[in-house]
């Protein structure tokens, strides 16, 4: 995420159009893992923090159809793409607000939303802890916060392929090394804890994809390359990689793809807290 007048900030997949359509497929595509166990039936007033191009937004409002939701983003670019997206479908009108804000000085009252949601966001960030305190500060008690995050050093894929994972290190890498956190879902619990929260629970949500599920792990492959080769220019230009890498790390996901035994695997983090 970034903007001009908050601040530049490091967002490894950068902010072109095929990433904001990338962003849109990527919450249709997680969409029923992500939301099984979230219940937010009670709250009015939700706080998306880092809204991004408003895929989330629209499954929020299309799932919990009493929900107002405040989207903040430090990306003027995102934030127009949500204001498009969300702008296109007509139900979504006058249920939400997006503003332009820092996550670590939000511009809110306290107490003024009954629940937060956080979606592959602290990953990108350099202080998620003040961000979570600062989410406490303007929820009001009894307020429910859900937490999404990567742990990236779960993935596996089978046949070996070394190009491919020599790029993933180099990927997390360059993300550790600009501010972000590529291992974070598996800090949560410490993170919401410190932060003031309680009733702290999380759960590993997995992908596990072989061949009882061949169309679905074709699917996911084809999501994974593109995932991947979103970040191959900074990685690049940064000389985190080489072109001969990315050429056989393609060929790699390629086998991949076309192998009949291939096995993908990759799991995530979701906690859920209150503020009391």
Known sequence: MATDSIG?????????????????????MFETSLFRHIDLGDATRLLEVGCGVGAQTEILLRRFPQLHVTGVDRSATQLAAAERNLGATAWCASR??????????????????????LCWVLEHMPSPARVLSEVRRVLSPGATIYVTEVLNSSFFLDPYSPHLLRYWMAFNDHQYDSGGDPFIGAKLGNLLLAGGYHDVQ????????????????????????????????P??????????????????LQAVRNDPDAVFFFAFVQARANVY
């Open 8 to 28: 530049e900030f490091p967002y490894i997949h950068g902010f072109s159009t095929e990433e904001q359509a990338r962003l849109m497929r990527q919450a249709r």
């Open 96 to 117: 939400y607000e997006l503003r332009q804000a820092d996550a670590t000085d939000l511009p809110f009252g306290e107490r003024s939303f009954d629940a937060a949601y």
């Open 202 to 233: 999380t759960e590993v949500k997995t992908f596990h994809l072989d061949n009882r599920q061949p169309g679905r792990r074709k699917h996911m492959i084809e999501f994974w390359e593109e995932l991947l080769l979103s970040a191959a220019e």
């Open 235 to 252: 990685l690049l230009a940064d000389a985190k990689v080489d072109e001969a890498t990315v050429a056989g790390m393609r060929r790699e």
